[in-house]
């Protein structure tokens, strides 16, 4: 039976989760829509570059998923090291070009990461850290070659906040799993890693 504090905690993080995409969302309508121009628009860019593709998000909200299987007082720091290492790793792609190698990358990070999340195994958090550094570099670097003429600096924001968003999202999805069944982080991590094979040898 789930006690006051988990069901308190779920209404929190489905609260948070909830208007961080929210933002995202309404942010990003503009560019969608053809409505905003300049550092709105560049915004809305880099919340649709993290949204409309799957592997990207996949990954996001997988971090959000692993964090879970920390104690709490540390699972935040997860997300938060991803989102900042998406950003800083735009900065270090901007102006650069696509290559097979890099798509490569972006891919095995979502399988790493699904494989993690089904596992749920409790690394050391200096580790657990780096892991999600590196990763939040390769899908930030991705994010930076593809920025575009547009402000870049509000580009690379857009793409932070929905990643956070999603990581926020997987967080409250995570603590909902692992309350309801014994097998559902399981799941969820064996369906993000077999999207992201998909990816790598099945989306042609």
Same mark, same amino acid.
């Given at each position: 039976?789930?006690?006051?504090?988990?069901?308190?905690?779920?209404?929190?993080?489905?609260?948070?989760?909830?208007?961080?995409?929210?933002?995202?969302?309404?942010?990003?309508?503009?560019?969608?829509? &053809?409505?905003?121009?300049?550092?709105?628009?560049?915004?809305?860019?880099?919340?649709?570059?993290?949204?409309?593709?799957?592997?990207?998000?996949?990954?996001?909200?997988?971090?959000?998923?692993?964090?879970?299987?920390?104690?709490? /007082?540390?699972?935040?720091?997860?997300?938060?090291?991803?989102?900042?290492?998406?950003?800083?790793?735009?900065?270090? &792609?901007?102006?650069?070009?696509?290559?097979?190698?890099?798509?490569?990358?972006?891919?095995?990070?979502?399988?790493?990461?699904?494989?993690?999340?089904?596992?749920? /195994?409790?690394?050391?958090?200096?580790?657990?850290?780096?892991?999600?550094?590196?990763?939040?570099?390769?899908?930030?670097?991705?994010?930076?070659?593809?920025?575009?003429?547009?402000?870049?600096?509000?580009?690379?924001?857009?793409?932070?906040?929905?990643?956070?968003?999603?990581?926020?999202?997987?967080?409250?999805?995570?603590?909902?799993?692992?309350?309801?069944?014994?097998?559902?982080?399981?799941?969820?991590?064996?369906?993000?890693?077999?999207?992201?094979?998909?990816?790598?040898?099945?989306?042609?």
């Amino acid at each position: 039976m789930r006690s006051a504090s988990d069901n308190a905690a779920i209404r929190r993080l489905a609260a948070a989760s909830f208007f961080a995409l929210a933002a995202s969302a309404h942010a990003a309508h503009g560019e969608l829509a &053809g409505i905003g121009n300049g550092r709105f628009a560049a915004f809305g860019d880099g919340i649709v570059h993290v949204t409309a593709w799957s592997a990207p998000l996949l990954a996001a909200v997988a971090v959000g998923l692993w964090c879970m299987a920390f104690p709490w /007082r540390r699972a935040w720091l997860l997300p938060v090291a991803f989102a900042a290492a998406v950003a800083g790793g735009a900065y270090q &792609g901007a102006g650069a070009s696509l290559t097979p190698a890099l798509g490569t990358l972006v891919v095995a990070t979502v399988i790493l990461l699904g494989m993690l999340v089904y596992g749920s /195994r409790i690394l050391p958090m200096v580790v657990a850290l780096a892991i999600v550094v590196a990763f939040g570099a390769v899908h930030g670097y991705s994010h930076g070659a593809q920025a575009g003429a547009v402000p870049f600096r509000d580009y690379v924001i857009g793409a932070a906040v929905a990643t956070l968003g999603l990581s926020i999202a997987g967080m409250a999805l995570g603590l909902m799993l692992r309350i309801a069944s014994r097998f559902g982080m399981r799941v969820a991590g064996a369906a993000i890693a077999a999207a992201g094979l998909w990816f790598a040898f099945g989306a042609h």
